[in-house]
Each structure stands twice: as C-alpha cells, then as structure tokens.
C-alpha cells in the first residue's frame, strides 16, 4: 500500500477513533457519575439507616435503663414490705410467745392451786381417817384389855360423872319435851342412877320422865340422852373421838 492510500485512511480511522474514545469518556464518565450517585445514595441511606438504629438502640437502651431502675424500685419496694412484714411476724410471734407464756403461767398457777387444794384436801381426809382408825384401834384395845366386869363398872363410873354435870346445869335455858326424850347407853343403868337420874329430871325440869334407855355396845361405856333442846354425849366412844381431835390439834401445833 502506498503512503498516499495510508495516509488517507488514517485521515479516517483517527477521527473514528477520537469519537469513539470521546463516546466511550462519555460513557465512562456518565456511567461513573451515575454509580458515584448511586454509591453516595447507598451511603446516605446507609448512614440514615445507622443513625436510626442508633437513635433506637439508645431508646432501646433508655427503655432497659427505666425498666431496670423501675424493677429496683420494685425489688426494693419488695425486701422493705418482706422486712416490714418480717417484723410484724416477728412482733406477732413475740406477743403469741408471751401470752403463750402468760396463759402457761396461769394454767400452772391454777394446777399448783388445785394441786394445794387436793393436798390439803388429802391431807384433810387422812387425819380423818387416821382420826377414825385411831377410835377404831382404840375400840379394838378397850375390848381386848376391859373385862365385862371392868366395863360395866367404868359405865357406871361415866354415868355418875353425867349424873353430876347434869345437876349443876342452869335448868333456866334448857327447855324439856317429853315427848323428845330419848336415852342410850352401852349398858343397862343400874337402879340407883337410873332413879337419880329420874329424880333430877323432875326436881330440875319438872319433867316426870320414866327413864328407859336402848343399849348400844358401840358407846363401850357411859351414855348419850337428848331432852329436848339438851343433848349431851357422855359415851366412852365420843370420849375417844374427843381425845383423838386433841392429839391431832398438839401434833400440828
């Protein structure tokens, strides 16, 4: 090829060229300002998009912040009502102990009472039982030791004594009823003091009483009569009773 056709088909091609590298730095450029465009969108909405996530996680924050310090307000509101409540429960059992203990102490004041009462009580039935045994025993030894001679003599002996006392009684403040006479002896009166006797009752009372007495071993001796308001117990038995009650009196004394 000569230089001539060359030279003319470079007049050509180059002006072919420069517009094509012109349309293609066009394309570039537009395409680059178009992807930078769209590049400094993204990042826009990018930074918009974290500055809301940051604004909600800082509310979010807030709001566990508050929901926090709301249940430690809660938390502690609840340990001061438990403590309150400790307390009241505290206080409660402390005043259920002592009236546990004040209703203790009056329930054993009221048992060592009772206790006392049924001691004393006991005490009470066994001297009188111990008063009753000792008559008994002293009975028993009486009837062992004393012959039926013996007996009959000290009865007559006791009947004397009444005899006596009866006659130096103020016969002003006894009233006899005749119709209330009764007499009991442990044996029969002998006819002497039965007249005696009838003869005071007369002389003294102006009583005309005919002396029948009931005979009752039991007395041992001596004798028992109710005229009217008078009654006297002169028998041998009450004697003993009477002595017993003496003895019981000098040995707690």
Do not use: C, W
Request: negative net charge; without cysteine.
């Amino acid at each position: 090829m000569d230089l001539g056709n060359l030279s003319g088909m470079l007049r050509i091609l180059i002006p072919l060229v420069l517009l094509h590298l012109t349309v293609l730095v066009g394309i570039v450029f537009f395409l680059k300002k178009m992807l930078l465009g769209d590049t400094m969108n993204a990042i826009n909405r990018l930074k918009q998009v974290e500055a809301e996530v940051k604004k909600k996680e800082q509310s979010i924050r807030q709001e566990i912040e508050g929901h926090k310090k709301e249940f430690e307000a809660k938390q502690k509101e609840a340990e001061e009502k438990l403590q309150e409540q400790r307390e009241k429960s505290e206080e409660e059992l402390a005043r259920t102990r002592e009236q546990m203990l004040a209703e203790a102490g009056k329930e054993s004041e009221k048992i060592m009472a009772t206790a006392r009462k049924n001691e004393e009580r006991l005490r009470t039935q066994i001297a009188q039982d111990m008063e009753e045994k000792a008559v008994d025993y002293g009975t028993e030894v009486f009837k062992l030791v004393f012959s039926e001679e013996m007996n009959a003599e000290l009865n007559k002996h006791f009947i004397g004594e009444l005899l006596d006392a009866l006659d130096d009684l103020d016969a002003a403040s006894i009233t006899v009823d005749t119709d209330d006479v009764q007499f009991t002896t442990s044996h029969a009166i002998v006819p002497e003091q039965k007249q005696r006797l009838e003869e005071l009752l007369k002389n003294k009372f102006g009583a005309e009483i005919k002396v029948e007495e009931k005979i009752d071993e039991e007395l041992l001796g001596g004798m028992i009569f109710k005229l009217g308001s008078l009654e006297i117990d002169g028998s041998l038995s009450n004697r003993l009773k009477e002595a017993s009650a003496e003895v019981k009196k000098t040995a707690h004394a």
